[in-house]
């Protein structure tokens, strides 16, 4: 039995002093939540505040990048021992706004994938197609090749310590969701690439998240299929109320 994981990716969103505020909300109303594990995704700058704010609860802390590298002359980055010196558990690696609009390449979530594991961090690797490659019947094509060249070189065991994110592009932001099935087929075929790569019991006990336009209506529907495992919520995790009734999406 896979438990599910709820996360929240803030994306660039949410001050220190919000970020509290968020928490004195959420963190009652998920209180008796044993379902799911739940993970937030602040910015780098609240991490911190999120960590002290979620102390003693069920809510763990996740960064939204790293750089591959322990320290440098990379301006502007931020390392893995930094995200682990502020109580963060975990780190969202390869989203498709990090491919898009900061050139993140396989090779790069490859490397970040490595140190964030090296460091005891929990990698979410994100991994979806575009329109245009889905409408091209290019899917899995897209997805085999992001798998291979962002996990291809780990060991199982390494692999035993990752989430996977499927989102598909045209899905984030849009109010687009995929619809449950398809989603499914999609991290069906991811599953199928985990066996082949890292072994039929690894790929059995991974868990894979559904993100894109995740809400608080559509999440039974999502999680009535087997093969999805959670979801990486972006702005729908934003407001306590509407987060809250995706983690308790038993009870709705
Ligand atoms: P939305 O839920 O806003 O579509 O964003 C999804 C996402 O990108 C989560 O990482």
Known sequence: MRKPVIAGNWKMYKTQAETRAFLAEFLPLVAESRDAEIVLAPPFTALAAAVDAARGSAVTIAAQDLHWEPEGAFTGEISARMLVETGCRGVIIGHSERRQYFHETDETVAR???????????????????????????????????????????????????????EPVWAIGTGRTATPQLAAAAHAFLRGL????????????????????????NIRGLMAEEEIDGALVGGASLDPASMAAIVNFREG
């Open 112 to 166: 970040k994938v490595r140190a964030a594991l090296d460091a005891g961090l929990r990698p979410i690797v994100c991994l979806g197609e575009t329109l245009p490659e889905r409408e091209q019947g290019l899917t899995e094509q897209v997805l085999e090749r992001q798998f291979r060249g962002g996990l291809g070189a780990l060991t199982p065991g390494d692999f035993s310590s990752i989430l996977l994110a499927y």
């Open 194 to 217: 985990a066996s082949a790569s890292f072994g039929g019991d690894k790929a059995a006990s991974a868990r894979i998240l559904y993100g894109g336009s995740v809400k608080p209506g």
